[in-house]
């Protein structure tokens, strides 16, 4: 009698697509800092870029390296793809390097103020593991 070789088909992870609020495997989120974006005052047309941004905005960081002055620079865009400031160097440093390796690094705005004539962003940035 030959023997038979049994495929068990693993599912689960279509299972937990229906669910959307179960939490995937070792998957989670890293708080790293919470802090005022820099260079918002540089930012040419700043108040109509940022017309639809407001607490709970979710912004994307992207690695900027061409700049010579500033090889670890990270700026802040909107979902319109706008920069609209960036990660201040005392942070820059050690996110430039996490995300040079391959981590995925993003940001929330935690506060929006118009100061004289400097718009003040503040955003919470986080890594997600996976």
């Given at each position: 009698?030959?023997?038979?070789?049994?495929v068990i088909?693993d599912?689960?992870?279509?299972l937990?697509?229906?669910?959307?609020?179960?939490?995937?495997?070792?998957?989670?989120?890293v708080?790293?800092?919470?802090?005022?974006l820099?260079g918002?005052?540089?930012i040419?047309?700043?108040l109509?870029?940022?017309?639809?941004?407001d607490?709970g905005?979710?912004?994307?960081l992207?690695?900027m390296n061409?700049d010579?002055?500033?090889?670890?620079?990270?700026?802040?865009?909107?979902a319109?793809r706008?920069?609209?400031?960036?990660?201040?160097?005392?942070?820059?440093?050690?996110?430039a390097?996490?995300m040079?390796?391959?981590?995925?690094?993003?940001?929330k705005?935690?506060?929006?103020a118009?100061?004289?004539?400097?718009?003040?962003?503040?955003?919470?940035?986080e890594m997600?593991?996976?």
């Amino acid at each position: 009698m030959a023997n038979k070789l049994a495929v068990i088909e693993d599912n689960w992870l279509e299972l937990a697509g229906k669910y959307k609020d179960l939490p995937m495997p070792f998957e989670q989120t890293v708080f790293l800092a919470e802090c005022h974006l820099a260079g918002t005052d540089l930012i040419e047309d700043m108040l109509v870029k940022t017309e639809n941004v407001d607490a709970g905005t979710p912004l994307t960081l992207k690695r900027m390296n061409v700049d010579a002055e500033d090889a670890q620079a990270i700026a802040a865009l909107t979902a319109a793809r706008d920069i609209v400031g960036y990660v201040p160097r005392r942070y820059a440093a050690l996110m430039a390097r996490l995300m040079d390796a391959g981590k995925a690094l993003a940001a929330k705005v935690t506060d929006k103020a118009l100061v004289g004539h400097w718009l003040d962003i503040s955003v919470a940035i986080e890594m997600k593991e996976a």
